[in-house]
């Protein structure tokens, strides 16, 4: 348990390594590699030891010493450039997605703040609020009415009849017309 708090703490915080020593250590394993093939397992366990105490991934190490194995090569710099150009373009959209974001954060204001609204805004009075918008409304007295409206809302008082209350649908009532459905079918 209290190893995975450990884990969990030191993902969360980052790794502790400084640029010597991530350089240095990387192009020294490096050479270790490329000169003594066969004492793979002594640089192996010199890595292991270093990961420990830093708490660097084993991945990003490994990616880093990649790096520098291209910065090595014949127009190595240009191309050990781009990677780094593309991983510096492509890890902050990686973190929000992993870290369940999906997107950039959005600059919310802390909760333990007042909420905006509240807050007295520079230049304005304290206390007065902006008045809430509200549909405009034409009185029906100036709503101009022509011929066809005029027409049109005579079919729905005739349909509507006396009251303008609208009655609800009741699906066990009769109705006059025929669904064609098993009740129906004759």
Do not use: C, Y
């Not at 209290?2 to 020593?21: L, T």
């Not at 350089?23 to 000169?35: L, P, T």
């Not at 420990?52 to 090569?73: C, G, H, P, Y």
């Amino acid at each position: 348990m209290a190893s995975e708090g450990k884990e969990v703490r030191a993902a969360h915080d980052g790794p502790d390594i400084s640029h010597d020593q991530l350089i240095g250590k990387a192009e020294e394993f490096n050479r270790e590699d490329s000169q003594r093939a066969s004492s793979a397992g002594e640089t192996r366990q010199k890595i292991g030891q270093l990961l420990d105490t830093t708490a660097l991934n084993s991945k990003a190490f490994s990616w880093a010493r990649q790096i520098l194995k291209v910065n090595e090569k014949s127009n190595g710099q240009a191309k050990a450039m781009d990677i780094i150009m593309s991983l510096e373009t492509v890890l902050p959209m990686l973190r929000d997605h992993v870290s369940g974001q999906g997107t950039r954060s959005m600059d919310l204001p802390n909760p333990n703040e007042e909420p905006e609204q509240d807050k007295p805004k520079k230049g304005k009075p304290a206390g007065k609020k902006k008045p809430k918008n509200e549909p405009a409304t034409i009185p029906a007295e100036e709503q101009p009415e022509d011929a066809e409206t005029a027409e049109f809302n005579a079919e729905v008082d005739d349909a509507m009849g006396e009251g303008d209350a609208v009655e609800p649908f009741d699906p066990d009532a009769e109705t006059p017309i025929d669904f064609g459905g098993e009740d129906n079918a004759a």
